[in-house]
Nanobody
Framework: QVQLEESGGGLVQAGGSLKLTCSAS????????MGWYRQAPGKQRELVAT???????NYADSVKGRFTISRTTNWSAIFLQMNSLNPEDTAVYYC?????????WGQGTQVTVSS
């Protein structure tokens, strides 16, 4: 079973930056897709960014050009560098691991952007 632990959330002013980290353990596959999702109050959880392998990356339109996803070479962690943050980015950010029919979620980390 894969365990995921997020860190790096916090409070930042609009225009600022944060870097989220998701540490993964328990048999992470190099063929997996890992990513970040977020859920704002009263809204559905939505995709932010995913990475498959090292080079296949997918971003939500709302974060393209501002956020960058990456993962370590040994598949033990993924990162989300978030720049030019705005209040609409405020949400709980969740790490996700997916491989075939298996899927795991982290507990989430709060990101709050003040105007």
């Amino acid at each position: 079973q894969v365990q995921l632990e997020e860190s790096g959330g916090g409070l930042v002013q609009a225009g600022g930056s944060l870097k989220l980290t998701c540490s993964a353990s328990g048999g992470v596959s190099s063929l997996s897709t890992m990513g970040w999702y977020r859920q704002a109050p009263g809204k559905q959880r939505e995709l932010v960014a995913t990475v498959t392998g090292h080079t296949t990356k997918n971003y939500a339109d709302s974060v393209k050009g501002r956020f960058t996803i990456s993962r370590t070479t040994n598949w033990s962690a993924i990162f989300l560098q978030m720049n030019s943050l705005n209040p609409e980015d405020t949400a709980v950010y969740y790490c996700n691991y997916r491989r075939l029919t298996v899927e795991y979620w982290g507990q989430g980390t709060q990101v709050t952007v003040s105007s």
